[in-house]
């Protein structure tokens, strides 16, 4: 039985639906576990969204523990940020340390996590690029897709490390950005880059661009199958952290990231687990 740590901030319909599904996987066996605790990184009555993140860690029967960071020592958080961080984190991992907790998984956690604090526990988190592709936001990420003219692109889970989105990817799955769909869609975006450029593309249309929305749209449709593949595969024991180490069930280090690809595509293909 995989014991798991979560941490959010609990700010949105998306982190209530990660927190229903995973739960929902686990009472139901896909996943031979269970959520020992959640950290939210609010407090009761900060927001409407994060109290509905309460409500439904209440109905679920989840440990939650709060610590406001919006109010934890905000001119420090202002003057230094870096010593405000490892502060913050000290103080949540007082709250949580003795809850056994053998994975933790950032699920719309808005924070960066203090060094200290990812030294201490075997933390991943979802970013939207393959390993060794962009780095930063989503939007970030999809302009520097359509900017290089990606042949593909796809979501990772990784470890997380003092380097923002520098861990090593813990597992992925990948599509094809070119073909079928989007064909006609990167003749059009390449035509209008030709006379108008992408700065302008970029500040007149934004995230309603039509290619932009599709990559975003089907990305968006992997995230959550990726994130509960890589839960039961730690689960299952495929996958395993020593020293914060990756390794097989054999316990060979891994020497490439996990592709759950094949599973995720037949669950979209499917609907089914």
């Not at 949580?96 to 808005?110: R, S, W």
């Not at 730690?234 to 069930?249: M, S």
Request: charged residues 30%; glycine residues 6%; proline residues 5%.
């Amino acid at each position: 039985m995989l014991k798991l740590g979560w941490f959010s901030t609990g700010r949105d319909q998306a982190a209530r639906d990660l927190l229903k599904i995973v739960h929902q996987k686990i009472k139901e066996g896909f996943i031979p576990g269970e959520i020992s605790f959640v950290f939210l990184s609010r407090e009761p009555g900060e927001s409407q969204e994060s109290d509905a993140f309460l409500e439904l860690c209440k109905d679920l029967g989840l440990k939650v523990y709060c610590l406001s960071a919006k109010k934890f020592e905000p001119s420090l958080r202002q003057q230094d940020r870096e010593v405000w961080r490892t502060l913050y984190h000290q103080k949540v991992y007082d709250l949580i340390k003795k809850e056994p907790a053998e994975l933790v998984i950032l699920a719309g956690y808005m924070w960066v996590v203090s060094a200290e604090l990812c030294q201490k526990l075997p933390m991943i988190n979802l970013h939207p690029a393959l390993p060794g592709g962009p780095q930063g936001t989503w939007q970030e990420v999809i302009w520097r897709l359509l900017e290089e003219k990606a042949y593909e692109t796809g979501a990772m889970m990784h470890l997380v490390t003092p380097e923002l989105d520098r861990g090593p990817a813990v597992t992925f799955c990948h599509f094809n950005i070119k073909e079928g769909k989007f064909a006609p869609l990167w003749e059009a975006f390449e035509k209008k880059v030709a006379t108008r450029g992408l700065a302008k593309i970029m500040e007149e249309e934004g995230e309603k661009e039509p290619l932009f929305a599709l990559i975003r749209e089907e990305g968006v449709k992997r995230e959550l199958p990726l994130i509960v593949y890589t839960i039961k595969a730690f689960a299952d024991g495929e996958i395993k952290l020593v020293n914060h180490q990756l390794v097989n069930k054999e316990g060979k280090k891994l020497e490439n990231p996990f592709d759950l690809t094949p599973r995720i595509e037949k669950y979209l293909a499917t609907g089914e687990w």
